[in-house]
């Protein structure tokens, strides 16, 4: 049966059958988001929203960790731990495309506490990853320009992501679009520019370069000096977190239900996708990645431009010059999508917490064009934060803000979500082969999913614990999501 076909009945009118804290009518809460993107927008926004600065810078330090074959593994098992989260979120999103995303599914298929815990722990890792992002942007210019204040240039990036956001979701949606198409243009490069010089065919090649970095320095590394296969394996895991942060983003899709043209059609379409980029950006990427860069070369997480992206490093070797500033600059365009997505994403986000009764009624307040002009103002709040980068330097700044771990607990949340949503179709009677989409992964998968999440959140910064090596940003970083999520539930519960 077709996983597209129509269903009858109305959106709102399926939604009101499932379980959960909202059982009203859909007079409840009035739309006032405007359904302005197009099929494609979504579409691209799919397509290259986790491709960012994890898949190319970050991903250093995972191929250090680990060595090339130890990052393969590490990105493919996260990729289909992605993959099982996303299909199921594909899978609900779609039978309710509704505004708010998933901080509304959870208020419907769960409950408003489960909501209230999911939407404060989803705002707190987009509203802080976004000075991140633009005191990366920061950055990456001065590989170029170093006489200038980095002030001058967070401002002109808050000025351009904020633009961008208030001109509203239809333009949001273009922008987005040429955004990715560069990123996904650029990967595609970088993957090509790989296997010619494995091939030999760089300028200053020794000849064929095949796996010869996987036998010098070799395809696993002892983490941290740890001899043996414990530190072999460690190294292989400390690859996990770090593939994690690298897919960060990709659910943010089910933000753009509220707001896309026909949403279950569109939408099907995008996460259908998701095998392409997972297997095509994140895990032919590392391999090639792994193939022209040893995992042992000094270079690697010196710096947070080009410099220190494995790509680069590779190209250096092979004596090409101008490829370097270009991937800096598709860099920037990378750094700035995702820095304007942040505001997009916490902003609706926002505007879904106070929906649920979580924050004050004026954070819904929207424009005629449907733009929720009150949370987009608290998202910029938050983006000035970015000067910060100014005096105590932006890879700081970026350390203390990226909240990898609250993206993680969004997965989490996803694949509860999706369990109590297979548990009321059983209960409604409701056949998986009537939804507008129906993902190739069951529940087991999801319970898959939960094990290895969990276990990846828990260990998620063992390392801080080794003697001399404790380092409290990345503590607070990895573990507060985990003890704020439960805390907000509880006192949500408990009012």
């Given at each position: 049966?077709?996983?597209?076909?129509?269903?009858d009945?109305s959106?709102?009118?399926?939604i009101?059958?499932l379980?959960g804290?909202?059982?009203?009518?859909?007079?409840?809460?009035?739309?006032?988001?405007?359904?302005?993107?197009k099929p494609?927008?979504v579409s691209?926004?799919?397509l290259?929203?986790?491709?960012?600065t994890?898949l190319?810078?970050?991903?250093?330090?995972?191929?250090?960790?680990?060595?090339?074959?130890?990052l393969?593994?590490?990105y493919?098992?996260?990729?289909?731990?992605?993959f099982?989260?996303m299909?199921?979120?594909g899978?609900?999103?779609?039978?309710?495309?509704?505004?708010?995303?998933i901080?509304t599914?959870?208020?419907?298929i769960?409950d408003?506490?489960?909501?209230?815990?999911l939407s404060?722990?989803?705002?707190?890792?987009?509203?802080?990853?976004?000075?991140?992002?633009?005191s990366?942007?920061?950055?990456?210019?001065?590989?170029?320009?170093?006489?200038v204040?980095n002030?001058?240039?967070i401002?002109i990036?808050?000025?351009?992501?904020?633009?961008?956001n208030?001109?509203?979701a239809k333009?949001?949606?273009e922008?987005?679009?040429?955004?990715?198409?560069i990123k996904v243009?650029?990967?595609v490069?970088l993957?090509?520019?790989?296997?010619?010089?494995?091939?030999?065919?760089?300028p200053a090649?020794?000849?064929y370069?095949?796996?010869r970095?996987?036998k010098?320095?070799?395809?696993?590394?002892?983490?941290a000096?740890?001899?043996?296969a414990?530190?072999?394996?460690?190294?292989?895991w400390?690859?996990?977190?770090q593939a994690a942060?690298?897919?960060?983003?990709?659910e943010?899709i089910?933000?753009?239900a509220?707001?896309?043209k026909?949403?279950?059609?569109?939408?099907?379409?995008?996460v259908?996708?998701?095998?392409?980029?997972?297997?095509?950006?994140?895990?032919?990427g590392?391999?090639?990645m792994g193939?022209?860069?040893p995992?042992?070369d000094p270079?690697?997480?010196?710096?947070?431009d080009?410099?220190?992206?494995?790509?680069?490093?590779?190209?250096?070797?092979?004596g090409i010059?101008v490829?370097?500033?270009i991937?800096n600059?598709?860099l920037l365009t990378?750094?700035?999508?995702?820095?304007?997505?942040?505001?997009?994403?916490?902003?609706?986000?926002l505007?879904g917490?106070?929906k649920?009764g979580?924050?004050?009624?004026?954070?819904?307040k929207?424009?005629?064009?449907?733009?929720?002009?009150?949370?987009?103002?608290?998202?910029v709040?938050f983006?000035?934060?970015?000067?910060?980068?100014v005096s105590?330097?932006?890879?700081?700044?970026?350390?203390?803000?990226?909240?990898?771990?609250?993206?993680?607990?969004s997965?989490?949340?996803?694949?509860?979500?999706?369990?109590?949503?297979?548990?009321?179709?059983?209960?409604?009677g409701?056949?998986?082969a009537?939804l507008?989409?129906?993902?190739?992964?069951?529940?087991?998968?999801?319970?898959?999913?939960l094990?290895?999440?969990?276990?990846?959140?828990l260990?998620?910064?063992w390392s801080?614990?080794l003697?001399g090596?404790?380092?409290?940003?990345?503590?607070v970083?990895?573990?507060?999501?985990?003890?704020?999520?439960?805390?907000?539930y509880?006192?949500?519960?408990?009012?």
């Amino acid at each position: 049966m077709d996983s597209e076909k129509s269903i009858d009945k109305s959106d709102e009118a399926q939604i009101a059958v499932l379980p959960g804290g909202d059982h009203a009518s859909s007079s409840k809460y009035e739309p006032q988001l405007k359904r302005q993107m197009k099929p494609r927008h979504v579409s691209m926004i799919a397509l290259g929203g986790t491709i960012g600065t994890g898949l190319f810078l970050s991903s250093g330090n995972a191929l250090a960790n680990g060595g090339p074959l130890g990052l393969v593994l590490g990105y493919a098992l996260i990729g289909f731990v992605c993959f099982c989260v996303m299909t199921a979120l594909g899978e609900m999103i779609a039978y309710m495309p509704i505004e708010g995303g998933i901080i509304t599914l959870a208020n419907r298929i769960v409950d408003p506490a489960f909501a209230t815990a999911l939407s404060f722990n989803y705002a707190y890792c987009y509203l802080f990853i976004l000075p991140a992002e633009i005191s990366a942007a920061a950055v990456l210019i001065n590989y170029w320009i170093t006489s200038v204040n980095n002030a001058v240039w967070i401002t002109i990036g808050i000025v351009l992501v904020v633009g961008i956001n208030l001109m509203g979701a239809k333009f949001y949606g273009e922008t987005e679009f040429w955004f990715a198409s560069i990123k996904v243009l650029t990967i595609v490069g970088l993957i090509i520019v790989s296997i010619v010089i494995d091939c030999g065919g760089g300028p200053a090649s020794s000849g064929y370069v095949g796996f010869r970095y996987w036998k010098d320095p070799g395809p696993l590394n002892q983490y941290a000096g740890i001899a043996g296969a414990g530190g072999r394996f460690l190294g292989f895991w400390a690859v996990l977190i770090q593939a994690a942060f690298s897919f960060i983003g990709c659910e943010t899709i089910a933000m753009t239900a509220g707001e896309c043209k026909n949403p279950r059609r569109t939408i099907s379409r995008a996460v259908k996708s998701i095998y392409v980029r997972i297997v095509l950006f994140y895990v032919l990427g590392m391999f090639t990645m792994g193939l022209v860069c040893p995992s042992n070369d000094p270079r690697i997480g010196t710096s947070s431009d080009a410099g220190a992206s494995p790509f680069v490093i590779a190209i250096d070797i092979a004596g090409i010059k101008v490829l370097p500033s270009i991937v800096n600059a598709c860099l920037l365009t990378s750094v700035l999508s995702a820095a304007s997505a942040d505001i997009y994403i916490s902003s609706r986000t926002l505007y879904g917490v106070a929906k649920n009764g979580d924050l004050p009624k004026i954070v819904m307040k929207t424009t005629s064009r449907g733009l929720p002009i009150v949370a987009i103002s608290i998202s910029v709040c938050f983006a000035l934060l970015s000067y910060m980068a100014v005096s105590s330097g932006a890879t700081t700044v970026f350390n203390w803000f990226a909240c990898a771990m609250a993206g993680i607990t969004s997965w989490f949340s996803i694949c509860v979500m999706y369990l109590r949503f297979r548990r009321a179709l059983d209960a409604q009677g409701i056949n998986r082969a009537d939804l507008p989409y129906r993902g190739p992964i069951t529940k087991f998968g999801c319970y898959f999913a939960l094990v290895v999440i969990f276990l990846t959140s828990l260990t998620s910064a063992w390392s801080v614990f080794l003697r001399g090596n404790w380092d409290t940003a990345t503590f607070v970083t990895n573990y507060l999501p985990m003890v704020l999520f439960p805390i907000l539930y509880v006192a949500k519960k408990g009012h």
